[in-house]
T-cell receptor, first 114, second 113 residues
Framework: EPEVTQTPSHQVTQMGQEVILRCVPI?????FYWYRQILGQKVEFLVS????????KSEIFDDQFSVERPDGSNFTLKIRSTKLEDSAMYFC????????????FGQGTRLTVV | DQQVKQNSPSLSVQEGRISILNCDYT??????FLWYKKYPAEGPTFLIS?????DKNEDGRFTVFLNKSAKHLSLHIVPSQPGDSAVYFC????????????FGQGTRLTINP
């Protein structure tokens, strides 16, 4: 069964450093997403990406964040200068692109900023 | 901003009985609702969904009911099995552009043998 894969599973970084979280969405999907879950809180939408551009982003997704699809398979989330409050589980997801279809999530990357 | 709310943080059910998880929403623009199941250290796994044009959708042991007038949906699991123990998230999206999902806080379901 096709799945969304994320690397690394756990990333520890020092405050102020840049991190890149990587995702390989399901191959025939057209919409890509990043969500995050701070410990003990709900899963929050960060950004959606379609046709090589951001289609929607949340208030959380400020100038420190960027997304890219550098080739035909990878989808990345970059945090330019990490803050302690960026510590969270980051989930990548993809969907076929049609309305009213489910999004498939990866297993997540746990980002710890120290 | 709690557009999707799951008021029960936890629920304990005996194996074989029915589990009922509830979810309320406030945004009348939501037209598609989903339930996800999540185990620790894993991503959410899609369970079942329902469009706003329906009031019930069934898939095996899982049934989702939607009451649009009350802005309420529920997930029924019958019969409950130990492997159903997980955190269940309700999520909703609106028919506009990309499918941004708005999640509830989750309900931790424990199935007791």
């Amino acid at each position: 069964e096709p799945e969304v894969t994320q690397t690394p599973s756990h990333q520890v970084t020092q405050m102020g450093q840049e991190v890149i979280l990587r995702c390989v969405p399901i191959s025939n999907h057209l919409y890509f997403y990043w969500y995050r879950q701070i410990l003990g809180q709900k899963v929050e939408f960060l950004v959606s990406f379609y046709n090589n551009e951001i289609s929607e982003k949340s208030e959380i997704f400020d100038d420190q964040f960027s997304v890219e699809r550098p080739d035909g398979s990878n989808f990345t989330l970059k945090i330019r200068s990490t803050k302690l409050e960026d510590s969270a589980m980051y989930f990548c997801a993809s969907s076929p692109g049609q309305q009213n279809t489910e999004a498939f999530f990866g297993q997540g990357t746990r980002l710890t900023v120290v | 901003d709690q557009q999707v709310k799951q008021n029960s943080p936890s629920l304990s059910v005996q194996e074989g009985r029915i589990s009922i998880l509830n979810c309320d929403y406030t945004n009348s623009m939501f037209d598609y609702f989903l339930w996800y199941k999540k185990y620790p250290a894993e991503g959410p796994t899609f369970l079942i969904s329902i469009s706003s044009i329906k009031d019930k959708n069934e898939d095996g042991r899982f049934t989702v009911f939607l009451n649009k007038s009350a802005k309420h949906l529920s997930l029924h699991i019958v019969p409950s099995q130990p492997g159903d123990s997980a955190v269940y998230f309700c999520a909703a999206s609106a028919f506009e552009g990309a499918q941004k999902l708005v999640f509830g806080q989750g309900t931790r379901l424990t199935i007791n043998p």
